[in-house]
């Protein structure tokens, strides 16, 4: 009869053991190409794909003529910054980012001092809270946005809320991207963008997204 080994079964090295890596999202092009912009674990917290961001940005330089040093944009629901990085990366002469979550808000200021995007201005601060006291100020054309983007929280009805208010604050022949968890049709618009005209649509998994411009009236 054998006796019973006293040898223990050897535990794995604490070393071995690896801590799960923190998501996240990459500038895509202009001089931060492939700068890492971390991913914080938030509600709500949903930063535009690589993919998409690929294809919005193409879409825009098309339509800006390559022009970004003249384009002055609004991120409204900035969460990651990868939308407003991206644009400031590419040359863009201005960009307020309006962010609500603590968090969120020092992670985008940290970003901004890793990038020393001096062109970048954060703001924490709720988006229709933001949108109404900007509303009741005076707006000069020339300090009108020429890009606003809106990629807010699904299924809180933010869109109704914001989109009304964002047409005194982008300039006349100006851009707005917007992402939703549904996709809009040009005969079918709902009566929130009844002032709106859709440019461009495409999808990606259940990502659909948007540029508009404001409506042309005659007369």
Not at 10 to 17: G, L
Not at 50 to 59: A, G, M, P, Q, S
Not at 156 to 169: F, I, M, R, S, T
Request: aromatic share 8%; hydrophobic share 40%; glycine share 6%.
């Amino acid at each position: 009869m054998k006796k019973p080994s006293n040898k223990k079964t050897p535990k794995t090295p604490v070393h071995a053991i690896k801590p799960p890596l923190a998501r996240q999202v990459r500038i895509i092009g202009g001089a931060w190409k492939r700068t890492p912009l971390a991913v914080l674990d938030s509600e709500g917290l949903r930063p535009t794909p690589d993919r998409v961001r690929e294809t919005l940005f193409n879409w825009l330089t098309h339509l800006l003529d390559g022009n970004w040093s003249t384009v002055r944009c609004l991120d409204l629901f900035a969460g990651t910054g990868a939308l407003g990085f991206e644009a400031a990366s590419r040359g863009a002469l201005e960009v307020t980012m309006i962010e609500h979550n603590t968090p969120a808000a020092r992670q985008l200021e940290a970003t901004k001092t890793k990038l020393d995007a001096s062109q970048v201005r954060i703001l924490r601060s709720d988006a229709v809270t933001w949108l109404s006291k900007a509303g009741t100020e005076a707006v000069a054309d020339s300090a009108r946005f020429d890009l606003i983007f809106l990629d807010p929280p699904y299924q809180q009805g933010w869109l109704e809320k914001v989109l009304p208010q964002c047409q005194g604050l982008l300039a006349e022949h100006g851009l707005l991207y917007l992402e939703s968890e549904f996709a809009l049709q040009e005969d079918a618009l709902p009566p929130w963008l009844n002032d709106w005209q859709l440019l461009r649509a495409d999808e990606a998994g259940s990502v659909f997204y948007h540029l508009l411009k404001r409506q042309e009236h005659s007369g």
